[in-house]
């Protein structure tokens, strides 16, 4: 009987002491979808301007979670530029309550995002073009986007372009080209009271990053990139052809494609920014500038052995003109293919 008693006595206080603890506020879930229509890269800006509607679905009554809908479609673009605080409000083209507490919002946006270009591989290169939104005002443990994944399966639409419109599936440009589109649910975390103490030293709110991949189209840079190169590179490998006492003409003409070289590494690098790193293409000019050198010292050693009268040193000589013959290409395309992996 005791047990009982000091049992209910247990049961007592607890009830007193965590019957009355208010329930934490109920989560709202936001359905986001995105449809982009046009996509237009600016690499030397390290930025892209984008049009595309969005939409947004979720349940929300105002009586339970204390949040009113105002607050909820409260959205900013966290990598946009010159974007106003309220301007994903100035987007809303529709508003409709599907159900009771279920509403839908749509709206369109046209406007810049910032992006960290990679030039590493050009021209071979693939861009990361992202497009980032979160709230504003609720945290995590009060608000969580999601996308629409229905939305996008009812349409057929392949996965790998969720969010593509039609005009960029069948983009005309032949500089570049979207390959893929993923869309993630990711945190921004801010570790930063803002100054506020009555905020958190660190604030958690949910995020939704629409990633585009963008790959360049590498058949009109063989134009403009490695044709010239490989021209350059055809008057150096004349050299191996003239007799060895043309040592002249050798020399003008490695003088004249290393000067070319440059002159056109020059004019490549004109066309893209700043960057503190070597590329790909920078590679290529190197590899190029290699050849020239070795075609040169080449010639004159050829020349001197020529010029001995010893036939043993002119045999020889012969041979690594034929031998360079070979050698030159296979060096420039083995370059071409090792430094691209």
Same mark, same amino acid.
């Given at each position: 009987?005791?047990?009982?008693?000091?049992?209910?006595l247990l049961?007592?206080?607890?009830?007193f002491?965590?019957?009355?603890?208010?329930?934490?506020?109920?989560?709202i879930?936001v359905k986001?979808?995105?449809?982009i229509?046009?996509?237009?890269?600016?690499y030397k %800006?390290?930025?892209?301007? @984008?049009?595309?509607? +969005? +939409?947004? !679905?979720?349940?929300?009554?105002?009586?339970?979670?204390?949040v009113?809908?105002?607050?909820?479609?409260?959205? %900013?673009y966290?990598?946009?530029i010159?974007?106003?605080?309220?301007g994903?409000?100035?987007?809303?083209q529709?508003v409709r309550?599907?159900?009771?507490?279920?509403?839908?919002y749509?709206g369109f946006h046209?406007g810049a995002?910032?992006?960290?270009p990679?030039?590493?591989m050009?021209?071979?290169?693939v861009?990361?073009?992202?497009?980032?939104?979160?709230?504003?005002?609720l945290?995590?443990e009060?608000?969580?986007?999601?996308?629409?994944?229905?939305? $996008?399966?009812?349409?057929?639409?392949?996965?790998?372009? +969720?969010?593509?419109?039609?005009?960029?599936?069948?983009?005309?440009? %032949?500089?570049?080209?979207?390959?893929?589109? %993923? !869309?993630?649910?990711k945190?921004?975390i801010?570790?930063?009271?803002f100054?506020?103490?009555?905020?958190?030293p660190?604030?958690? $709110?949910s995020?939704?990053?629409?990633?585009v991949?963008l790959?360049?189209?590498?058949?009109p840079?063989? @134009?403009?990139?490695?044709?010239?190169?490989?021209?350059?590179?055809?008057?150096?490998?004349?050299?191996?052809?003239?007799?060895?006492?043309k040592?002249?003409?050798?020399?003008?003409?490695?003088?004249?494609?290393?000067?070319?070289?440059?002159?056109?590494?020059l004019?490549? @690098?004109?066309?893209l920014?700043?960057?503190?790193?070597?590329?790909?293409?920078?590679?290529?000019?190197?590899?190029? $500038?290699?050849?020239?050198? !070795?075609?040169?010292?080449?010639?004159?050693?050829?020349?001197?052995l020529?010029?001995s009268?010893?036939?043993?040193?002119?045999?020889?000589?012969?041979?690594?003109?034929?031998?360079?013959?070979?050698?030159?290409?296979?060096?420039?395309?083995?370059?071409?293919?090792l430094?691209?992996?």
């Open positions: 009987m005791n047990l009982r008693f000091i049992k209910f049961l007592l206080f607890a009830f002491c965590f019957g009355t603890v208010e329930a934490a506020p109920e989560r879930k986001y979808g995105i449809y229509k046009k996509l237009v890269p600016n %800006e390290g930025k892209f301007n @984008s049009e595309f509607y +969005w +939409w947004m !679905i979720f349940t929300n009554d105002s009586t339970k979670t204390g009113s809908n105002d607050v909820v479609t409260n959205m %900013e966290v990598n946009a010159d974007y106003p605080s309220d994903f409000k100035q987007e809303i529709e309550e599907l159900e009771k507490n279920t509403f839908y749509n046209q995002f910032y992006f960290n990679d030039f590493r050009y021209p071979l290169d861009q990361t073009l992202r497009i980032s939104l979160e709230t504003t005002l945290p995590i009060q608000f969580e986007i999601i996308s629409d994944s229905t939305s $996008y399966l009812n349409s057929n639409q392949n996965r790998q372009f +969720w969010g593509f419109s039609n005009d960029l599936l069948t983009n005309k440009n %032949e500089g570049y080209y979207f390959s893929k589109s %993923e !869309i993630a649910v945190k921004g801010y570790n930063t009271n100054g506020d103490p009555d905020f958190d660190i604030s958690v $709110y995020r939704i990053d629409t990633t991949k790959n360049r189209s590498f058949i840079y063989i @134009s403009k990139l490695l044709i010239p190169l490989m021209i350059i590179l055809l008057l150096v490998y004349f050299v191996f052809f003239l007799p060895a006492e040592i002249d003409i050798a020399a003008g003409l490695t003088v004249t494609s290393l000067l070319s070289a440059i002159a056109f590494q004019a490549v @690098s004109g066309e920014p700043d960057i503190g790193y070597i590329i790909y293409i920078d590679k290529i000019f190197y590899t190029c $500038y290699f050849l020239i050198a !070795i075609s040169m010292a080449q010639s004159l050693f050829t020349y001197y020529d010029a009268g010893v036939e043993r040193k002119m045999i020889l000589a012969e041979r690594i003109d034929i031998a360079f013959r070979f050698l030159f290409p296979i060096l420039f395309f083995l370059a071409t293919f430094f691209a992996l």
